[in-house]
């Protein structure tokens, strides 16, 4: 346990509609990313931020954007949801740990976009 | 082509069997090699982390890497009905900012 927590953990809303995903870290963590989980494409980077304001896109950033004001939030924002956006939402922090940097990830978001 | 092809499975097998799961990439610059385990609706967890080729080993599981063929491999002896889950592969060419390229997923179940 990372000490990483998601809200909403799940959530339904309306195409056209702004939808913002938080992710909470306890731990301090530089580093946060923001991926997506599809069936027949795995985990996908949406961004990522390594440090308080600085974030930087990802491989499927196009209709997302993110802000870091603080270290321990990460937020996700829907600007303006689509169906194609319907999928599980996963937040993640790299842990330094015996020479390696490792990524731990949240307990997801499921967003349904109807 | 994807940079990472992992089989979806599904792989089903008896309790107490050596299980093999299998990754291949092809950007030759991947050198850290993780394998995350995934339960239904829960986040993925981390299983194995591994730099360069060779092989590590932590209690049931074994981790292997061969860079010359661009594929990864773990192996799970002795295999109990709680390893039923789905398995992904990642990689990444840096240390660090590690801006990970996932595998697909395996989903295992292990018949008691």
């Known amino acids: 346990d990372a000490g990483i927590t998601q809200s909403p953990r799940h959530k339904v809303t309306e195409t056209g509609t702004p939808v913002t995903l938080r992710c909470h870290q306890t731990e301090n963590h530089r580093y946060m990313y923001w991926y997506r989980q599809d069936p027949g494409h795995g985990l996908r980077l949406i961004h990522y931020?390594?440090?308080?304001?600085?974030?930087d896109k990802g491989e499927v950033s196009d209709g997302y954007s993110v802000s870091r004001s603080k270290t321990e939030d990460f937020l996700l924002t829907l600007e303006s949801a689509t169906s194609s956006q319907t999928s599980v939402y996963f937040c993640a922090i790299s842990r330094v740990r015996d020479y390696s940097y490792e990524q731990y990830f949240g307990p997801g978001t499921r967003l349904t976009v109807t | 082509q994807k940079e990472v092809e992992q089989d979806p499975g599904p792989l089903s097998v008896p309790e107490g069997a050596i299980v093999s799961l299998n990754c291949t990439y092809s950007?030759?610059?991947?050198?850290?090699f993780m394998w995350y385990r995934q339960y239904s609706r829960k986040g993925p967890e981390l299983l194995m982390y591994?730099?360069?080729?060779g092989n590590k080993e932590d209690g049931r599981f074994t981790a292997q890497v061969d860079k010359s063929s661009k594929y990864i491999s773990l192996f799970i002896r002795d295999s109990q009905p709680s390893d039923s889950a789905t398995y992904l592969c990642a990689m990444s060419a840096y240390f660090g900012n590690e801006k990970l390229t996932f595998g697909t997923g395996t989903r295992l179940t292990i018949i008691p």
């Open positions: 591994t730099y360069s080729s």
């Open positions: 950007n030759s610059a991947f050198q850290y």
């Open positions: 931020s390594y440090g308080v304001k600085d974030t």
